[in-house]
């Protein structure tokens, strides 16, 4: 089976974590992002990926290669401009095939039963399923509305609180012919959303929802950024995490060997090759990337810190993120919403709000 990933988004709502990294390997858990997403399309058969790229595609393309580490065949589709959601999958038609694929957007992490939302379109028949997830503020998504079979009956794009009747929104997980992209124009921006999908159900063509209670999220923004973190430290979300499990709550990577006067108080997970030093506490929620330096008698709790950076002495850091390779003087503490560029350097003593 074949799947196709839109992953060519500049990655906005994430910045600055996205200047020099492409969204699709921010690392979660330590790993790609998109990794987590072929590793679970890949357990529900699909053996071939096809990655819609645009920003910085050559940086993807050197962590992904050909696919092989997965054991599939990965095409990449470049887009030289913009062309929304179907006018991205539209581009890579040449390695489609004949029978139903999987669509995934490139923001999306989620452990849903995709074999089952394959069999689903097959029973019924549809040339287009979409997979939909229940939030309790719809206002911001794609409403979608069926009737009792589960056929869809109406698109109410980011619908007004006066015009909610459900809460079943558009989860970015699709099973679709391949045939429904004879009607999207070649080369033009065109989008499933907007466009597609409401053409195709104005035709009579049948297009069906699955509704899943599966975990899902966007992790588009620095808050779900760090939300999905907790859910996957939580045990929510079914996604592999590298290193060995200690005491059932967190996790050290190779070569890592803390200070025996560390204290971790909650679940974590600490990568490779990384320095802890004496009487630092680890609290809740806390992500430390490879290659990472954390002084004496610091204190961390629900931050995220990417590889390579430097913690020096009795620092503090509280619900932030802190990108590649940055530098934290003795004595800083930064505080919640905090979110650090690649390389910021922070001096001694300073106190960092958002």
Known sequence: MKAVIIAGGLGTRLRPLTYNTPKPIVPVANRPFVVHQIEHLVKHGVDEVILNLHYLSHEIKKILDDGREWGIKIHYSIEEHPLGTAGAVKNAEKYF??????????????????????????????????????????????????DKAGRVTKFIEKPSWDMVTAKTINAGIYVVDPNI????????????ERELYPSLLEKGLPIFGYLSHAYWIDIGNPEKYKEVHQAILRGEVAVKISGTRIDGKFWLGRETHPDPSV????????????RLGKETEIKDYVVVG?????????????AIIWKGTKIGNHASLSDCILGHDCVIEDEVAIDRGVVLADGSVIKKGTRVTS
């Open 181 to 192: 992209f004879d009607e999207v124009p070649r080369g033009e921006e065109h989008s499933f």
């Open 290 to 302: 490879d290659r990472v330096s954390i002084g004496e008698h610091c204190s961390l709790d629900r």
């Open 97 to 146: 095939g004949k029978d139903p694929m999987v669509i995934f957007n490139g923001d999306i992490l989620t452990d849903i039963n995709i074999s089952k939302v394959v069999t689903f379109h097959r029973e019924k028949g549809a040339s287009v399923t979409l997979t939909l997830t229940e939030v309790e503020d719809p206002t911001s998504f794609g409403l979608i509305l069926t």
């Open 263 to 274: 204290r971790f108080m909650g679940p974590s997970i600490i990568g490779e090759r990384v």
